[in-house]
């Protein structure tokens, strides 16, 4: 199954001569510093998926992070994830009272190359920046369990 994923790893704290080669070479080229509940973990993903949107092999992009990682095989997993083109999205509930940010979601997702290019490539980020600073949307709608979610619905890939 080796051949079968691309890995990218987003890290903040990483210094050099403190991680492992390995590590080394699936580091994302540009990091920005994170903190929970931080909108800039939201511009981590947009940095990931960018460099992972590069090969054109990827069509889903699967988000773990820190202890996250999930309790099945590699193997029974890619299965599951690769079994069809569908985002995996679960929206816990609506949002607050927002015409514009309407759903949360768990920030473990998995998502097709469609929604991943919106998530980075389709200028939603800087767009939903805006409508923050201009308090059009509570300042929420940038981190990870508001942002992918909600950019999915508003480019009208949410099914």
């Known amino acids: 199954f080796a051949d079968l994923h691309v890995l990218r790893i987003h890290c903040d704290q990483c210094e050099e001569g403190q991680i492992s080669p390995w590590t080394a070479r699936h580091l ?7 903190g929970w509940g931080n909108e800039n973990v939201t511009l981590a993903w947009t940095i990931l998926v960018a460099e992972l949107l590069e090969d054109p092999a990827v069509f889903k992009v699967v988000f773990i992070c820190g202890k996250t990682l999930p309790l099945q095989t590699f193997e029974h997993a890619y299965r599951a994830l690769t079994a ?6 679960a929206p816990m509930f609506k ?18 190359r469609a929604s991943a290019t ?16 201009g ?5 929420n709608a940038l ?3 508001y942002f992918a979610v909600n950019v999915i619905d508003w480019a009208g890939l949410l099914t």
């Not at 607050?96 to 997702?109: D, F, G």
């Open 143 to 145: 981190t990870d369990e």
């Open 28 to 34: 994302t080229r540009a990091a920005v510093v994170t």
């Open 135 to 139: 308090n059009l949307v509570p300042w």
């Open 118 to 133: 919106a998530l980075c490539c389709d200028g939603w980020y800087p767009r939903v920046a805006r409508w923050v600073a």
């Open 84 to 89: 069809d083109a569908d985002d995996w999205i």
């Open 95 to 112: 949002a607050e009272n927002n015409p514009r940010v309407r759903l949360k979601s768990h920030a473990w997702v998995a998502l097709s």
